[in-house]
């Protein structure tokens, strides 16, 4: 039984596409983390959600719009796909800041 | 930035020998963690430190912590091939609500 599932697990989509990755977690953690992790294995936090509730959004284009429907759920939403979206996105999951449960990522290509 | 730095970058060693990882950051934490990423996999948390600690075992971990030097160390010993892997150390800021994550430290056990 995954702790943290995200689908799809890859996803290759053209240009100005919108597109979607799902993220749920089974742990009853209370708060859902996206991350991006670029060419270069660098992770930054995107946004992150405490009981349904935005606590952080790190700048992230508004191309990019997460949804909680309730705090098992954090979907992301990104609009107008650019080229520079390559990467692969973590959903994570955690109790407070202490130990993070990661799904296993979404390959995001876009051509 | 308040992005941990990790050192080395990559580290390549015979199966058996024991493997350090450094990790250094800026500012004060309440605690440090330490993850693994297996190739095409999400993150796994390994350990966590707290800032009023020095040092912590798991199995075949051992992780210091100093806090005046605001750097911490990861060694594996008696490594083994499966534990090829990036390894990242991440760290919860002082009132930040998140992990920062540093670039990772790529380690290879060679048979």
């Not at chain 1, 990755?21 to 991350?35: A, S």
């Not at chain 2, 005046?68 to 991440?90: E, G, M, N, Q």
């Amino acid at each position: 039984d995954t702790a943290v599932s995200q689908t799809p697990k890859y996803l290759v989509t053209q240009m100005g596409n919108d597109k979607s990755i799902k993220c749920e977690q089974n742990l009853g953690h209370d708060t859902m983390y996206w991350y991006k992790q670029d060419s270069k294995k660098f992770l930054k936090i995107m946004f992150s959600y405490n009981n349904k509730e935005l606590i952080i959004n790190e700048t992230v284009p508004n191309r990019f719009s997460p949804k909680s429907p309730d705090k098992a759920h954090l979907n992301l939403h990104i609009n107008s796909l650019e080229l520079g979206d390559s990467a692969v996105y973590f959903c994570a999951s955690s109790q407070g800041t202490v130990g993070y449960t990661f799904g296993s990522g979404t390959r995001l290509t876009v051509v | 930035s308040q992005q941990g730095e990790e050192d080395p970058q990559a580290l390549s060693i015979q199966e058996g020998e024991n493997a350090t990882m450094n990790c250094s950051y800026k500012t004060s934490i309440n605690n440090l963690q330490w993850y693994r990423q297996n190739s095409g996999r999400g993150l796994v948390h390994l350990i966590l430190i707290r800032s009023n600690e020095r040092e912590k075992h798991s199995g075949r971990l051992r992780v210091t912590l100093d806090t005046s030097k605001k750097s911490s160390s990861l060694l594996i010993t008696a490594s083994r091939a499966a534990d090829t892997a990036s390894y990242f150390c991440a760290t919860d800021f002082q009132g930040a609500q998140k992990l920062v994550f540093g670039q990772g430290t790529r380690l290879t056990i060679n048979p």
